[in-house]
């Protein structure tokens, strides 16, 4: 089996192949070919996948020495349930946990990237070495919440330092697959778990963390004026519906909403969006709003970026709510900042900024239920969530309307999620030092932080696995 072999060994401490290189969102990104059908990696499609799968010892594309692991976000429709793997050089799995709930020392979220130990977890299950295997995340049945997980799953492991090269991200579901795919290329089973641990994040010599945007950081480069500037280096993109971004002013049907309160989500305290930021709904970058999971062709997404619109009519607005127009979108140069609610729609639109288009881009994780969270006002119980003389405070820093008093959920008590850690903390960035540190330690040696243990060296005691030992 090609998963067999020894378990990971932890480097030697101060060891010289450990240094890691620490890349910037333009290092991170790649662009992908006019023709999909061409790439061997970011996205690509049913009928590379399906040349590779059928003969992956000869297909596997240069650099790639193991094996072929699909992660399917759900299983397929009926009779294309699983990607069908032959478990010695090709694998399928089903696998959507991509978040936990971090605090960055303000406040915690329920759905932030994965932890170094989590990830580390994750390779172990699969027996996945992210140096030499490649990585494919699919999405089983195409668009909706499967469109976002698969984002998801590529932000985790390329933010942890996989090479672009060994990550892809599959255009279409089960259903939609390019290529001559017919009723013996699935299965009704997925792979067999593993449990060897053959790699850790902190092997892969790359700090990608910049891919993640802090809520600091976007307060940062935000304008002091809720308008498109188009001269500041970078494009603060609101992925959500119009509805949302307009708290309720305008709405995805071109009428304002009869109660504005409905675009509200998660018990929040306010609606709208961070001064200068621009709206292009996510279900826009997909064919038919993302039925089928396929993305719109490159040059249809780069003419949004470029201020155009498509035969509906959409494209990205402003603040006033009317459309950019051509040349007044994205600028070269720019650093592409996105959210939406909670960082899943915003993940469709990182894979065609970061992936598609190759353009510098960051991911600001906690989104709008961390941002409209950090508000000066009190919840349906009279409880404040910030006191007004935070440092942390984001109302003052945004277009916003309070939602009404009854509808405000807590943030302070026990058990909710989010929930304020720290209204005085001295820093917010504690995801991102406890992330660094798992990868290379300030003491040297495999310890790592942010709780768990990493991928392990030798002599941890592992339960039965298709490789013995």
Same mark, same amino acid.
């Given at each position: 089996?090609?998963?067999?072999?020894?378990?990971?060994?932890?480097?030697?401490?101060?060891?010289?192949?450990?240094?890691?290189?620490?890349?910037?969102?333009?290092?991170?990104?790649?662009?992908?070919?006019?023709?999909?059908?061409?790439?061997?990696?970011g996205?690509?499609?049913?009928?590379?996948?399906?040349?590779?799968?059928?003969?992956?010892?000869?297909?596997?594309?240069?650099?790639?020495?193991?094996?072929?692991?699909?992660?399917?976000?759900?299983?397929?429709?009926?009779?294309?349930?699983?990607?069908?793997?032959?478990?010695?050089?090709?694998?399928?799995?089903?696998?959507?946990?991509?978040?936990?709930?971090?605090?960055?020392?303000?406040?915690?979220?329920?759905?932030?990237?994965?932890?170094?130990?989590?990830?580390?977890?994750?390779?172990?299950?699969?027996a996945?070495?992210?140096?030499?295997?490649?990585?494919?995340?699919?999405q089983?049945?195409?668009?909706?919440?499967?469109?976002?997980?698969?984002?998801?799953?590529?932000?985790?492991?390329?933010?942890?330092?996989?090479?672009?090269?060994?990550?892809?991200?599959?255009?279409?579901?089960?259903?939609?697959?390019?290529?001559?795919?017919?009723?013996?290329?699935?299965?009704?089973?997925?792979?067999?778990v593993? !449990?060897?641990?053959? /790699?850790?994040?902190?092997?892969?010599?790359?700090?990608? #963390? &910049?891919?993640? *945007?802090?809520?600091?950081? %976007?307060?940062?480069?935000?304008?002091?004026?809720?308008?498109?500037?188009?001269?500041?280096?970078?494009?603060?993109?609101?992925?959500?519906?119009?509805?949302?971004?307009?708290?309720?002013?305008?709405?995805?049907?071109?009428?304002?909403?009869?109660?504005?309160?409905?675009?509200?989500?998660?018990?929040?305290?306010?609606?709208?969006?961070?001064?200068?930021?621009?709206?292009?709904?996510?279900?826009?970058?997909?064919?038919?709003?993302?039925?089928?999971?396929?993305?719109?062709?490159?040059?249809?997404?780069?003419?949004?970026?470029q201020?155009?619109?498509?035969?509906?009519?959409?494209?990205?607005?402003?603040?006033?709510?009317?459309l950019?127009?051509?040349? !007044?979108?994205?600028? /070269?140069?720019?650093?592409?900042?996105?959210?939406?609610? #909670? &960082?899943?729609? *915003?993940?469709?639109?990182? %894979?065609?900024?970061?992936?598609?288009?190759?353009?510098?881009?960051?991911?600001?994780?906690?989104?709008?239920?961390?941002?409209?969270?950090?508000?000066?006002?009190?919840?349906?119980?009279?409880?404040?969530?910030?006191?007004?003389?935070?440092?942390?405070?984001?109302?003052?820093?945004?277009?916003?309307?309070?939602?009404?008093?009854?509808?405000?959920?807590?943030?302070?008590?026990?058990?909710?999620l989010?929930?304020?850690?720290?209204?005085?903390?001295?820093?917010?960035?504690?995801?991102?030092?406890?992330?660094?540190?798992?990868?290379?330690?300030?003491?040297?040696?495999?310890?790592?932080?942010?709780?768990?243990?990493?991928?392990?060296?030798?002599g941890?005691?592992?339960?039965?696995n298709?490789?013995?030992?």
């Amino acid at each position: 089996m090609a998963a067999c072999g020894g378990e990971r060994q932890a480097p030697a401490d101060g060891d010289p192949a450990a240094a890691i290189k620490v890349n910037t969102p333009a290092q991170i990104a790649q662009e992908s070919a006019e023709n999909y059908d061409d790439n061997l990696n970011g996205l690509i499609t049913g009928k590379t996948l399906k040349r590779w799968k059928d003969n992956w010892e000869q297909e596997r594309p240069a650099g790639i020495t193991g094996k072929l692991v699909i992660f399917q976000q759900a299983q397929g429709v009926a009779g294309k349930r699983f990607i069908k793997p032959d478990n010695d050089n090709v694998f399928t799995y089903r696998e959507a946990e991509w978040r936990e709930s971090r605090s960055n020392g303000v406040i915690e979220i329920e759905g932030i990237v994965l932890s170094g130990a989590k990830v580390d977890q994750l390779l172990r299950r699969y027996a996945i070495d992210p140096r030499k295997d490649l990585i494919v995340c699919a999405q089983g049945v195409g668009g909706g919440s499967n469109a976002m997980n698969m984002g998801r799953c590529w932000y985790t492991f390329r933010y942890w330092g996989v090479d672009s090269r060994h990550l892809a991200i599959l255009d279409g579901g089960n259903d939609y697959l390019s290529g001559a795919w017919t009723a013996a290329d699935f299965s009704d089973s997925a792979s067999p778990v593993i !449990n060897r641990a053959l /790699a850790s994040v902190k092997d892969l010599p790359a700090d990608n #963390t &910049a891919l993640q *945007a802090t809520f600091v950081d %976007l307060i940062n480069v935000l304008p002091v004026v809720d308008q498109n500037v188009r001269n500041d280096g970078v494009f603060l993109w609101d992925g959500r519906s119009l509805d949302q971004y307009s708290a309720g002013e305008s709405s995805e049907a071109g009428t304002p909403l009869a109660d504005y309160t409905k675009s509200f989500q998660n018990g929040g305290s306010r609606q709208g969006h961070p001064r200068g930021g621009v709206q292009l709904n996510w279900t826009n970058l997909m064919i038919n709003g993302g039925t089928g999971g396929l993305f719109k062709p490159k040059a249809e997404l780069r003419n949004y970026l470029q201020g155009g619109t498509d035969a509906a009519g959409k494209g990205f607005v402003d603040g006033s709510y009317q459309l950019l127009g051509a040349g !007044n979108a994205y600028q /070269a140069g720019d650093t592409v900042y996105l959210w939406c609610e #909670t &960082a899943a729609r *915003a993940a469709v639109a990182n %894979l065609v900024s970061a992936v598609i288009l190759g353009l510098p881009t960051r991911l600001y994780d906690g989104s709008m239920i961390e941002w409209n969270s950090l508000t000066a006002t009190v919840d349906k119980d009279g409880n404040p969530l910030l006191p007004a003389d935070s440092p942390w405070r984001t109302d003052e820093l945004s277009f916003f309307k309070l939602n009404q008093p009854g509808n405000i959920a807590s943030r302070t008590s026990e058990g909710v999620l989010p929930r304020i850690r720290d209204a005085y903390a001295a820093s917010a960035d504690a995801i991102i030092k406890a992330d660094k540190a798992y990868k290379q330690p300030a003491t040297g040696g495999s310890g790592g932080s942010d709780g768990g243990s990493g991928g392990g060296g030798g002599g941890v005691v592992l339960p039965p696995n298709p490789c013995g030992g």
